[in-house]
């Protein structure tokens, strides 16, 4: 599954720079690799803040529904 994301056109030509023969995925997950903490990406100017925001939100809601369904099971 893919999805689009906005970045600004300077992080857009350091990405470029970086790829190679890579894909921007491929680079951008390097580097979440070596960070290990979705804060770190954001400070890089890798993730806007509004994305940084949804992909928070998003990481909590399946967290939570992680914590439901072991709940669940355990019942």
Do not use: C, P, W
């Not at 290990?36 to 890798?46: C, K």
């Amino acid at each position: 599954m893919s999805k689009n994301i906005a970045i600004s056109d300077d992080v857009y030509r350091a990405l470029k720079r970086e790829k190679g023969d890579r894909s921007f995925s491929e680079v951008i997950r390097d580097h979440l690799e070596e960070r290990q903490r979705l804060s770190d990406v954001t400070g890089a100017n890798i993730l806007d803040r509004e994305t940084y925001d949804d992909v928070k939100n998003e990481i909590e809601d399946l967290s939570h529904g992680t914590l439901s369904r072991l709940d669940d099971e355990t019942v």
